[in-house]
Structures are given as structure tokens and as C-alpha cells.
């Protein structure tokens, strides 16, 4: 009895090891076969239904010419018109654009990119297991999502140190709290006050200081709304506007637009790959009026968003010329690579699967926390009841209309 009580471990044991390697061997089996180049037998009646190569360059040359042109003109826009009153980023046609750009790039996200993913991941050239077993394009959305909040937090926290750490000693050395005047040292700020920024952006920490230097003579300032001036019994008034909903100060818009622009910039090339190597005119067509219109709006709306930062002119025609020819970059790559490329192989399926679901968080995530939310719960948006109505009907007419394109792209 004792021999069996003995010997029993090690059969238990050698049976476990069997089934590790009968699994390890299983897992290597379909990851070979996932990273496999050839193509999948559903898709080769897709390949011949519609092909010529001629026509399709030739559709490619225009794609790229009018992606590009819709591109420079949307990012330009808020860009070029922030010192004209009706396009600049705090006159209310701005933020009504903004607010249809937002839908543009929510819909992008949750209609077009997430979708594909898990056409992607779930097509049937793949391994059943794992691809078909697990949500993958989901998971892979909402880590790029919580990736992105991250990200921002960390960029958002390296700004305010660099800030404070360029940025001179201020001493206070009286506070009249009668009046609520500050008196400070501006040594080498050429005047200004403590937390204001090039471009007359106010930092967070000086916005804080200058409202807790004056909440004790604004009660009622909790409630106010924008451009509404206080008077005081010195006979000096204060104009206490509503930062356009963006009460972080512009540091946190140098962060959502550079966040931003890696999300439109992952997926501009994915959709250009996928263009550039498609040999069917039939596929194309319908990409090159969907592409410019949703280049378009993604441009007004990083536009938007590298100017609030208030970047020098240098960085932002840098960030906007990035973004401009990516897609048509994209494409051009496409075509260079259509002869060796194989879109319709496990391996570019899995590859194109996973970065659609990153551009998915990534986009979703902007949209809804830095593009809408950040306009619609702003005081500026709670007191204007037209601009209320007319932002909610822009955000779901872009919604919408960037939802419709899905029946053609």
C-alpha cells in the first residue's frame, strides 16, 4: 500500500506535465498559424469580384489628394481663425463646430474602429482559441482607455513641475482683504500676474490662487456666469470669465492634444494602409468622400485643441502638418507595399485588430472626457441655453452622420 501511496504522486505528476506540454505545444500550433502570411480561403472570391489595378491607382492618386485637402483645411481652420471673432476658440460657433467634430471622433470610435476590431480578431482564418474564446478588441479598447487617462495624468503632472520649475519666485507681501487686491513682486514676469502664461492662458495654480484671494468677496460667484463683472466698493471691477470649460489651464490642453494626435495619427495609418493596398475600385470609391469628410472634422477638432494649448507657431504647424499627411502617407505606403503586402492574412488581421482597438480607446476616451464633457459641464454651456441646444443638436448630427458613413466605409 505504501509503494502506491508512493508511486501515485509521480503518476499525477507526469500526467500534468503531459497536459502542460500537449498545451504548450496546442498554443505554439495556433500561434504559428496566427502569424501565418498566406490567404484565407473565405477571402479569395473578395479578391477577384472586383479588381483592377489600373483604376485603383489611379483612385488612390485622388484619395490622397483630397484626404490631404480636407485635412490641412480642418486643422487649419480653428488654427488660422483664432484672432477672427467668429472662429476663434471662445466664440460659440467654435464650440458648436467642437462639439460636431466630438461626434465625429465618438462615432469613429464606437461605429467604425471597434467594429473592425472584432471583425478582425473574430475572423474565422484565426485559431479558435484563444481569438474566439476572449473579447480581445473590448479589453484591448478599455486598456488603451484607462492607458490614455495615464498618460494624461502623468503628462498633465510633468508640465506643472516643468512650469514650476521655469517659473520665477512670486512673494506676496500684503493682502488688502478688504478689496481683495494682491500686491506681488513681478520680478522678470514683465508684469504679469503669478500663474499667467504666454498668450494671456492663466496657470491652474495662479487661477486658484486668484479665485481663493476673492471667493470671500463673491458669494454669490459659485453661480455666476460668464462675462458677468463684479463691482467694488474701491471702484475697481473684476471679469470673471469662464475658462471655455477648460478649467485646468492650458497645460492640460497641451496634453490632450498631443494624446489626442497619437490616437488619430494610430488609426490614419492603419486606414491608409488599408486603402493604399486594396487593388478593388469598388472598395475604394466610397473611402475617398467617407475618409475626407471624417479627416476633416478629426482635424477642426485637434485644431481646436492645439490652439487652446497655445503653442508657438513653430510646434503647431508641426503637430498640424503631422497629422495632415498621415493618411495620405498611409496610402502611399499602401500602394508601395500592395504587391507584397497580404491584408487578408492572419497575421495583418491580428495586426490591424489590435491597433483599431487601441485607436478605439484611445478615441473613445477623448471624445467623451476631453472633447464633450469638458464643454457640455462647463459653466459657460450651463448658462447659455441656445448654445446648449445647438451643441446637443451638432454632437449628434456628427454622431450621426459619421454612423451613417458605415454603410459605405
Known amino acids: ?28 500550433q495556433d500561434l504559428s498559424q496566427s502569424m501565418a502570411n498566406t490567404t484565407c480561403t473565405s477571402h479569395d472570391s473578395e479578391l477577384d469580384s472586383c479588381r483592377d489595378e489600373g483604376t485603383a491607382f489611379t483612385l488612390k492618386m485622388v484619395a490622397i489628394a483630397a484626404i490631404l485637402f480636407a485635412g490641412v483645411c480642418g486643422v487649419a481652420i480653428p488654427l488660422v481663425g483664432k484672432k477672427r471673432w467668429f472662429l476663434g476658440t471662445d466664440s460659440n460657433l467654435f464650440v458648436a463646430a467642437k462639439a460636431f467634430a466630438g461626434g465625429v471622433i465618438l462615432a469613429t470610435g464606437f461605429v467604425h474602429m471597434l467594429p473592425d476590431a472584432t471583425s478582425n480578431l473574430t475572423d474565422s482564418c484565426l485559431p479558435e482559441i484563444p481569438w474566439s474564446k476572449f473579447p480581445f478588441s473590448g479589453f484591448i479598447a478599455m486598456m488603451a482607455a484607462l492607458g490614455t487617462l495615464l498618460i494624461e495624468f502623468i503628462g498633465t503632472q510633468y508640465y506643472e513641475r516643468k512650469q514650476g520649475k521655469e517659473s520665477q519666485i512670486v512673494r506676496v507681501d500684503s493682502v488688502d482683504m478688504e478689496s481683495g487686491i494682491v500686491p506681488a513682486e513681478n520680478e522678470g514676469l514683465n508684469g504679469k500676474v503669478f500663474g499667467e502664461e504666454e ?40 471679469s470673471h470669465e469662464i475658462d471655455d470649460g477648460n478649467e485646468e489651464g492650458s497645460k492640460r490642453h497641451v496634453v490632450v492634444s498631443q494624446v489626442l494626435e497619437l490616437g488619430i495619427v494610430s488609426h490614419s495609418v492603419i486606414i491608409g494602409l488599408s486603402l493604399g493596398v486594396s487593388q478593388s475600385p469598388c472598395t475604394i470609391r466610397p473611402l475617398i468622400g467617407a475618409l475626407s469628410f471624417h479627416q476633416f472634422f478629426e482635424g477642426f477638432a485637434l485644431g481646436g485643441c492645439i490652439s487652446q494649448a497655445q503653442f508657438k507657431t513653430v510646434h503647431a504647424t508641426i503637430m498640424a502638418c503631422f497629422f495632415a499627411i498621415t493618411t495620405p502617407l498611409g496610402i502611399a505606403v499602401g500602394t508601395g507595399i500592395s504587391t507584397s503586402y497580404n491584408p487578408n492574412s492572419p497575421r495583418a488581421l491580428i495586426i490591424e485588430g489590435i491597433f483599431d482597438s487601441i485607436s478605439a480607446g484611445i478615441l473613445v476616451y477623448m471624445a467623451l472626457v476631453d472633447l464633450i464633457a469638458a464643454d457640455f459641464l462647463s459653466k459657460r454651456m450651463s448658462c447659455n441655453t441656445r448654445l446648449q441646444v445647438a451643441s446637443y443638436i451638432a454632437l449628434f448630427l456628427g454622431a450621426g452622420l459619421m454612423s451613417l458613413l458605415a454603410l459605405w466605409a
Open 1 to 28: 500500500m505504501s509503494f502506491i501511496e508512493d508511486i501515485l504522486p509521480l503518476i499525477e505528476l507526469k500526467g500534468i506535465t503531459g497536459k502542460s506540454l500537449a498545451f504548450a505545444g496546442s498554443f505554439l
Open 199 to 238: 498668450g494671456g492662458g492663466m496657470h491652474i495654480v495662479g487661477m486658484h490662487a486668484h479665485a481663493a484671494h476673492h471667493r470671500h468677496n463673491h458669494p454669490q460667484e459659485q453661480g455666476a456666469c460668464a462675462g458677468n463683472k463684479r463691482s467694488h466698493s474701491d471702484g475697481h471691477s473684476h
